[in-house]
Protein backbone atom coordinates (compact mmCIF):
# COMPACT_ATOMS: atom_id res chain seq x y z
CA UNK A 1 0.00 0.00 0.00
CA UNK A 2 3.06 2.62 0.52
CA UNK A 3 4.73 1.86 -2.38
CA UNK A 4 1.45 2.60 -4.23
CA UNK A 5 0.66 5.88 -2.05
CA UNK A 6 4.85 6.68 -3.08
CA UNK A 7 4.04 5.84 -6.15
CA UNK A 8 1.20 8.52 -6.64
CA UNK A 9 3.04 10.84 -4.61
CA UNK A 10 5.81 10.67 -7.23
CA UNK A 11 3.60 11.28 -9.96
CA UNK A 12 1.47 13.93 -8.50
CA UNK A 13 4.79 15.72 -7.73
CA UNK A 14 5.89 15.74 -11.52
CA UNK A 15 2.79 17.20 -12.72
CA UNK A 16 2.80 19.76 -10.12
CA UNK A 17 6.77 20.22 -11.30
CA UNK A 18 5.69 20.75 -15.27
CA UNK A 19 2.26 22.57 -14.08
CA UNK A 20 4.74 24.93 -12.62
CA UNK A 21 6.86 25.31 -15.14
CA UNK A 22 4.15 26.16 -18.16
CA UNK A 23 2.71 29.03 -15.75
CA UNK A 24 4.74 31.81 -16.41
CA UNK A 25 3.84 31.20 -20.21
CA UNK A 26 -0.08 30.42 -19.43
CA UNK A 27 -0.01 33.73 -18.13
CA UNK A 28 1.50 35.23 -20.52
CA UNK A 29 -1.57 33.62 -22.99
CA UNK A 30 -4.06 34.83 -20.53
CA UNK A 31 -2.32 38.47 -20.75
CA UNK A 32 -2.17 38.32 -24.79
CA UNK A 33 -5.76 37.43 -24.97
CA UNK A 34 -7.17 39.65 -22.86
CA UNK A 35 -5.87 42.86 -25.32
CA UNK A 36 -6.72 40.93 -28.82
CA UNK A 37 -9.67 42.06 -30.60
CA UNK A 38 -12.47 40.02 -31.20
CA UNK A 39 -12.39 37.89 -34.37
CA UNK A 40 -16.17 37.05 -35.96
CA UNK A 41 -14.69 34.07 -37.54
CA UNK A 42 -12.83 32.64 -34.10
CA UNK A 43 -15.09 29.49 -32.72
CA UNK A 44 -15.51 31.45 -29.14
CA UNK A 45 -15.45 34.91 -28.50
CA UNK A 46 -12.23 36.88 -27.10
CA UNK A 47 -14.06 37.20 -23.66
CA UNK A 48 -15.02 33.40 -23.34
CA UNK A 49 -11.25 32.33 -24.56
CA UNK A 50 -10.23 34.10 -20.99
CA UNK A 51 -12.52 32.65 -19.46
CA UNK A 52 -11.76 29.73 -20.25
CA UNK A 53 -8.25 29.92 -19.62
CA UNK A 54 -8.47 31.62 -16.45
CA UNK A 55 -10.76 28.91 -15.32
CA UNK A 56 -8.56 25.64 -16.50
CA UNK A 57 -5.40 27.46 -14.60
CA UNK A 58 -7.69 28.00 -11.43
CA UNK A 59 -9.06 24.87 -11.73
CA UNK A 60 -5.90 23.15 -12.06
CA UNK A 61 -4.27 24.91 -9.88
CA UNK A 62 -7.06 23.94 -7.09
CA UNK A 63 -6.73 20.32 -8.00
CA UNK A 64 -2.96 20.57 -7.85
CA UNK A 65 -3.03 22.09 -4.44
CA UNK A 66 -1.53 25.42 -5.23
CA UNK A 67 -3.38 27.64 -3.43
CA UNK A 68 -1.09 30.36 -3.42
CA UNK A 69 -1.69 30.32 -7.38
CA UNK A 70 -5.72 29.70 -7.15
CA UNK A 71 -5.95 32.81 -4.91
CA UNK A 72 -4.11 34.94 -6.76
CA UNK A 73 -6.13 34.28 -10.01
CA UNK A 74 -9.34 33.94 -8.69
CA UNK A 75 -10.43 37.25 -8.90
CA UNK A 76 -9.22 37.75 -12.34
CA UNK A 77 -11.69 34.48 -13.12
CA UNK A 78 -14.72 36.06 -10.95
CA UNK A 79 -14.19 39.41 -12.79
CA UNK A 80 -14.63 37.76 -16.07
CA UNK A 81 -17.01 35.27 -15.34
CA UNK A 82 -18.89 38.02 -14.29
CA UNK A 83 -18.70 40.03 -17.69
CA UNK A 84 -19.15 36.73 -19.55
CA UNK A 85 -23.18 35.84 -17.55
CA UNK A 86 -23.70 39.53 -18.40
CA UNK A 87 -21.87 39.56 -22.25
CA UNK A 88 -20.42 42.73 -21.55
CA UNK A 89 -16.90 43.23 -22.78
CA UNK A 90 -13.19 43.68 -20.82
CA UNK A 91 -13.39 47.24 -19.40
CA UNK A 92 -10.19 49.85 -19.56
CA UNK A 93 -10.85 49.45 -15.24
CA UNK A 94 -11.01 45.07 -16.09
CA UNK A 95 -8.08 44.60 -17.61
CA UNK A 96 -6.34 46.77 -15.05
CA UNK A 97 -7.67 44.65 -12.35
CA UNK A 98 -6.97 40.73 -14.93
CA UNK A 99 -3.13 42.56 -15.06
CA UNK A 100 -2.88 42.74 -11.28
CA UNK A 101 -3.83 39.44 -10.81
CA UNK A 102 -1.45 37.99 -13.65
CA UNK A 103 1.32 40.12 -12.15
CA UNK A 104 0.40 38.67 -8.63
CA UNK A 105 0.29 35.44 -10.44
CA UNK A 106 3.74 35.55 -11.81
CA UNK A 107 5.67 36.50 -8.21
CA UNK A 108 4.19 32.96 -6.72
CA UNK A 109 4.86 31.22 -10.20
CA UNK A 110 8.22 32.46 -9.62
CA UNK A 111 8.65 31.54 -6.01
CA UNK A 112 7.24 28.05 -7.02
CA UNK A 113 9.54 27.37 -9.76
CA UNK A 114 12.48 28.11 -7.33
CA UNK A 115 10.84 26.02 -4.98
CA UNK A 116 10.36 22.93 -7.62
CA UNK A 117 13.81 23.40 -9.15
CA UNK A 118 15.65 23.50 -5.75
Not at 2 to 9: A, E, G, N, T, V
Given at each position: ?????????????EV?KR??????????????????????????????????????????????????????????????????????????????????????????????????TA
Open positions: MSDKKSSYDERLGRFVGSLHERLDTIAEETRKPDDASARETQLEKVHRLLHDLVGNAAMLELHDVQNEIQPALTLVESRHEHDAPLSHDDLAQIDKALAAGRLVATNLERQY
